[in-house]
C-alpha cells in the first residue's frame, strides 16, 4: 500500500503521520527506506546529481513511473547515465521541487517509486 505523504519543511517530510529528518526512497511496496545518497556523492562529491550506481539501486523490476522530489530549492537533477537508464527500463521520470512531487506521489496511480529530498 502506498503511504501518504502529510508535507514537508526545509530538512524533513512527513509520511503517515511520522517525521523523518532525511532523505526517502518510497518503494514499491510502501516501504520506506532511508536514500542511499553516498552512492551518488561517491561519484560526484553531491548527492544533488543522481549516479548510475544510485539509480540501479533505486530501480525495481515492474516499476512504471519515478517520482523524484529534488528539493525545496529544485537542485536535484539525474545523471546522463541514471537518465538513460532509466529510460531503457522504460521508466517514466517526473522531476520537481519536493513540495510539488509530493503533490504527485499523493495523486499517482500505478506502479510508482519515490525519491525525495528534503533540503535545498
Do not use: Q
Not at 6 to 27: A, C, N, P, Q
Not at 37 to 49: D, M, N, Q, W, Y
Amino acid at each position: 500500500m502506498k503511504p501518504k505523504i502529510d508535507g514537508t519543511k526545509f530538512g524533513s517530510i512527513t509520511i503517515d503521520g511520522s517525521e523523518i529528518e532525511h532523505d526517502v526512497l518510497i518503494r514499491l511496496s510502501g516501504k520506506i527506506k532511508k536514500r542511499k545518497k553516498k552512492l551518488s556523492k561517491a561519484v560526484f562529491g553531491t548527492s544533488h546529481k543522481i549516479s548510475l550506481d544510485e539509480a540501479e539501486h533505486i530501480f525495481e523490476k515492474g516499476t512504471e513511473r519515478l517520482i523524484i522530489g529534488s528539493g525545496h530549492n529544485d537542485n536535484v537533477r539525474l545523471s546522463k547515465e541514471a537518465s538513460e537508464y532509466f529510460k531503457k527500463e522504460n521508466v517514466r521520470i517526473e522531476l520537481s521541487p519536493t513540495p510539488k512531487a509530493i503533490h504527485h506521489w499523493n495523486k499517482a496511480k500505478g506502479s510508482a517509486i519515490g525519491l525525495f529530498h528534503v533540503s535545498c
